[in-house]
T-cell receptor, first 116, second 110 residues
């Protein structure tokens, strides 16, 4: 049973517009959430994270929102750029230290295509 | 680039054989985690090593084993390979905070 779900396998967005990637989780013990970006033939690259004690974290064009009551988080990319085209993975950890001393549980990923 | 390297890049093995994959962690990182990513799936946690000791294991059979060395590099060993073991194997290093991934080893079992 998937504990972290990314229900949209793909998303296509026009350059300059907002990209919104969604993620749902089932385990209320998760305490830390992360987004990774993956290009073909490369490993996942850490993008942004959020602790369960916050509801928003922003880093440049990337913002992650967490709704604990709905067990839902989203990644907003504004403005979207063609270089953002990649597979985005949502991951969760039961540890507040960011999962470094524990395992990360990943969703299946959403492939984002940003068209010029 | 994360500073985490993996070797080999690609590997083809026959069912029943054994394989060893290698990972060099980012400088200063004392924790290495291994993940298996099957086609169309997210990475799945295999196990983690912290200062040369296993520090957690996912739902993988005992034929998946590992080692961490004093310089914090690590090996993943898989015995009695099965066709379903075909996947991208990722290692990630960390100390505190986020895990940083290597490029992976693509294993094909025929």
């Amino acid at each position: 049973d998937q504990q972290v779900k990314q229900n949209s396998p793909s998303l296509s967005v026009q350059e300059g517009r907002i990209s919104i990637l969604n993620c749902d989780y089932t385990n209320s013990m998760f305490d830390y959430f992360l987004w990774y970006k993956k290009y073909p033939a490369e490993g996942p690259t850490f993008l942004i994270s959020i602790s369960s004690i916050k509801d928003k974290n922003e880093d440049g064009r990337f913002t992650v929102f967490l709704n604990k009551s709905a067990k839902h988080l989203s990644l907003h990319i504004v403005p979207s750029q063609p270089g953002d085209s990649a597979v985005y993975f949502c991951a969760a950890s039961p540890r507040r230290d960011g999962g470094s001393q524990g395992n990360l549980i990943f969703g299946k990923g959403t492939k984002l295509s940003v068209k010029p | 680039e994360t500073g985490v390297t993996q070797s080999p890049t690609h590997l083809i093995k026959t069912r029943g054989q054994q394989v060893t994959l290698r990972c060099s962690s980012q400088s200063g990182h004392n924790t290495v985690s291994w993940y298996q990513q099957a086609l169309g799936q997210g990475p799945q946690f295999i196990f983690q090593y912290y200062r040369e000791e296993e520090n957690g294991r996912g739902n993988f059979p005992p034929r998946f084993s590992g080692l961490q060395f004093p310089n914090y590099s690590s090996e993943l060993n898989v015995n009695a390979l099965e066709l379903d073991d075909s996947a991208l194997y990722l290692c990630a290093s960390s100390t505190s905070g986020e895990q940083y991934f290597g490029p992976g080893t693509r294993l094909t079992v025929t």
